[in-house]
């Protein structure tokens, strides 16, 4: 093939995007040879099948054949990976401003139960994310034992491959020890949704484990 130009990689693009779990890539080209792919995928399929699919598709759609280790995956939890009725799920979230706080409601669902958190604080924009995500641990605390404890550390939102994401730090305090648990979610319409689905993502399956025993 000749050289790579930009209508090339957005071409190359369109296709990659076009592979199951994809949901962004991004082709780097250097001295017109393709130096890296950085494709943003869901937690539905291995990340190592995705690198070899994204090698399968340039060299059938354009006649290159790349190293696959050129290819980075970054997987988020979207939601749609959920395992069975044991894992914690988003129902709906309220966000009321009051003044000089707000607060919000976390509702949870596992099978038939459900599960109603609640937090306030000050009235902030960057403090609104925080309230959410201490609404939703509020809820998770109605199912954990008393000797387990899910603090939250931080959120925050990061950019990668022309999508927002929000990031979520809980620390998990048991027997003296502490661990943190990271989450994150791709932010598609409600900022506020994406908050809880991160903080659920964090801790999901250390309640799983804590639940089960």
């Keep these: 093939m000749g050289e790579i130009t930009k209508d090339t990689v957005n071409s190359m693009e369109e296709y990659i995007n076009k592979i199951q779990?994809?949901?962004?890539?991004r082709v780097v080209v250097e001295n017109g040879e393709i130096?890296?792919?950085?494709?943003?995928?869901?937690?539905?399929?291995?990340?190592?099948?995705?690198?070899?699919?994204?090698?399968?598709?340039?060299?059938?759609?354009f006649g290159i054949d790349i190293n696959h280790k050129i290819v980075s995956v970054a997987q988020i939890d979207t939601g749609e990976n959920l395992q069975g009725e044991q894992r914690l799920v988003f129902s709906s979230y309220s966000f009321i401003n009051n003044g000089l706080t707000s607060e919000a409601r976390v509702i949870l669902t596992r099978?038939?139960?459900?599960?109603?958190?609640?937090?306030?604080?000050?009235?902030?924009?960057?403090?609104?994310?925080?309230?959410?995500a201490n609404a939703t641990l509020d809820s998770i605390s109605k199912l954990i034992p008393k000797n387990h404890l899910f603090l939250l550390e931080d959120v925050d939102i990061f950019n990668i491959a022309k999508n927002r994401i929000i990031v979520v730090g809980v620390t998990h305090v048991t027997n003296n020890q502490e661990e943190l648990l990271t989450g994150s979610c791709l932010i598609k319409k409600d900022e506020?949704?994406?908050?809880?689905?991160?903080?659920?993502?964090?801790?999901?399956?250390r309640v799983m484990s804590i639940t089960s025993r």
């Design 192 to 205: 506020g949704e994406a908050v809880v689905k991160a903080t659920l993502d964090a801790v999901n399956r």
């Design 35 to 61: 130096t890296e792919i950085h494709v943003l995928a869901d937690s539905t399929r291995n990340a190592k099948q995705i690198a070899r699919d994204v090698q399968s598709v340039i060299m059938a759609q």
């Design 21 to 25: 779990g994809v949901l962004s890539s």
């Design 111 to 132: 099978g038939d139960e459900v599960f109603e958190g609640y937090a306030e604080g000050p009235n902030t924009a960057s403090n609104k994310y925080k309230i959410i």
